[in-house]
């Protein structure tokens, strides 16, 4: 062994061996790797059926229809009409577009290709509502109940069609069903309209009540249920119903103008027109906003302005026959009795069972030297008038005044004991003090003595002779109802349509459509 001699072996007595091929292997030393991980397979291909999809629904609910619909169509035609989801938007869109006969067809070809589809038979049934088929619409509503237990939907709608075919006692029982399911405004809402239909005032109340209770910040509900409070005599709690309408909605027009007609009743005219003022800006062409206007100047004492605003509440509602009735009145007052007469005779053509109407035309007819007419006319009035004194205490001052004394003193009697009976119902009734002025000026006259029933003691102690000369003038006698007295009237008949609960409409809801109308 050589020492120090560079590049030799350290270890020179040991042969090397040639390597084979397995050693020259470039892996040979290299430890083997485990195996690699499978890779992610693709995402697999949606079916034909369903892969367009999702485009057609963001198109539907951005409004985009006309994308829409050709997306649909090029659907229907790679599926050969099979693609349920868009069939079902098809029926939709055409619902939209007024096409109800058509949306149908839509629909029950969705019920065909998925026969256990409540949502498809609902929107079947919403269809034949739409049609007026109400009976097959309800047929329909039941089917669908028994593929979805207790739907608040079905249960609502079934109600609105009973409603329309007047079967009440269902209508009533299936929107109890629905509350049951889910406490929604809307069938309180339609719930307290059947009530109303029937003339159940206190259980209308109560409805709605349990309604503010649900949701006590629902400015629709507190105006309602201000209003009917109104119709019952209990202005306390109207105002306070009303007032917290107006808290939480300030702009809402039915209670400014169901506050506004409160206003209206205690003579508060200037802080009333401020409130119309406030409604005007929201709905210009309002009737009855302009109506109430109107009867604000009257009461205020200015013709011209109430006639105005009359005439343009008579041009945007032609055949509310309240308006003729006021704008009648309002001529009368002004002594144009031949303008009076054709407003008067128009309102009696719209609503002939109304015996202050014929009693207004009785009066003026006098004045227009006609008095075959104008005792037919009283005539008629005081056989349709069964609980207003004031027409037979109208007839009695025309009987007198054309000489016919005896005749006069049996409608003065029959005044008396209307009159009598009215204050023995209500004690607390607002009674006309011009009507008890005239009425003991004309009893003296008419010699039936002056301790009368129905007099006051002050009033009795005033008669003298002197009033009964007073009481021979021939003034056109004053109605009963004062004109500026605003009463809102709740019309159940306006009725609303159940909702719609498609994609693009499920945040509507129904309102209740209460007219504030005074007289």
Known sequence: MADGKGGGDQYPDEVKKPLDDSQLSPTSNIPTPSAPKPRTKKAPELPIFERRNWL???????????????????????????????????????????????????????????????????????????????KAAIDVYNEAAKLSQRDWEINHNMGICYMYIKDFDKAKECLKHAIQCNRHDLSFVMLGKIFLMEGDMDMAVDVYKRAVEFNPENPELLSTLGLLYL????????????????????CNVKAILAAGCMMQQHGDFEVALTKYRIAASSVPESPPLWNNIGMCFFGKTKFVAAISCLKRANYLAPFDWKILYNLGLVHLTMQQYA???????????????????FMLLAVALTHLDDPDNAKQAYEQACGMEQSDPAVHLNYSIYLYNTGDRKAASHQFSLFEQKLQSQRKTNPNADVDQEMIDTASKLGPALQLGES?????????????????????????????????????????????????HDPSESDKAVKAAITVTPL
């Open 56 to 134: 057609i629904h963001l198109h539907y609910v951005r409004k985009e229809y006309d994308t829409c619909k050709s997306l649909i169509k090029e659907q229907m035609q790679e599926t050969q009409g099979m693609c349920e989801y868009a069939v079902y938007v098809q029926g939709l869109i055409m619902r939209l577009e007024g096409r109800i006969q058509e949306s149908l067809e839509m629909f029950q070809t969705c019920s065909l290709l998925n026969p256990q589809s409540a949502d498809n038979l609902k929107q079947v049934a919403r269809s034949l509502f739409l049609l007026g088929r109400h």
């Open 231 to 250: 119709q019952i005599g209990q202005t306390q709690k109207a105002f306070e119903h009303l007032g917290n309408a107006l808290t939480y909605d300030p």
């Open 339 to 357: 303008s009076a007469f054709h407003f008067l005779s128009a309102a009696i053509n719209l609503k002939p069972k109304m015996g202050q109407l």
């Open 452 to 500: 009368m029933v129905w007099k006051n003691a002050p009033a009795a102690a005033e008669s003298n002779a002197q009033q009964a000369k007073a009481s021979k003038a021939s003034k056109p006698p004053q109605p009963l109802k004062e004109p500026q007295k605003a009463v809102p009237s709740v019309r159940p008949e306006d009725l609303p349509n159940p909702p719609t």
